[in-house]
């Protein structure tokens, strides 16, 4: 499969629609529409894919670093620890912590969309929105770019 960038050029260049290089076969007029709905599914389902994947990701990333970071306040507790090193760990488990929601977040915030309770309009956010936003879940409490009404926004992912 060619970069997205690409594919129009490339077809212009072949005298191609984007629907048969994508079908890669020469479509006969009949068949046409039939074809291009496939390949519409295949993306969507391709997207869906990718999504689920990218969930799996920040769950891993946003557990690994709560846990990092609970293990490192765990450590402060040993009595015996000097100062300076009690200093450089709190520190750095924060340092885990606050780097690790942040990237979770961000996988968040491109992956997917947020739907207002009050319009059903359906955007993405922006990611200092995502940042700072009240959340239970995966719910968030946001603003809605259309409505401007604020409400409890469902995460919806494909
Ligand atoms: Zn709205």
Redesign the pocket.
Same mark, same amino acid.
């Given at each position: 499969m060619p970069d997205s960038s690409l594919m129009l050029k490339l077809c212009n260049e072949l005298d191609i629609s984007v629907n048969e290089l994508l079908s890669g076969e020469v479509i006969e007029k009949a068949n046409y529409n039939k074809k291009a709905e496939q390949n519409l599914l295949g993306l969507a389902k391709l997207e869906e894919i990718q999504n689920k994947k990218m969930m799996m990701y920040e769950m891993v990333i946003g557990s690994l670093s709560t846990i990092s970071f609970l293990a490192l306040m765990f450590t402060l507790s040993l009595p015996t620890m000097k100062t300076m090193v009690r200093i450089i760990i709190f520190i750095l488990a924060f340092l885990i912590l606050i780097l690790g929601i942040s990237f979770a977040l961000k996988i968040e915030t491109e992956t997917g969309y947020y739907e %207002?309770? $009050?319009?059903?309009?359906k955007?993405v956010p922006k990611y200092l929105q995502v940042y700072f936003a009240m959340h239970c879940g995966t719910t968030r409490y946001l603003k809605?770019?259309? %409505?401007? $009404?604020r409400?409890w926004n469902k995460k919806i992912y494909y």
């Open positions: %207002c309770k $009050k319009c059903h309009n955007y809605c770019p259309k %409505c401007h $009404k409400s």
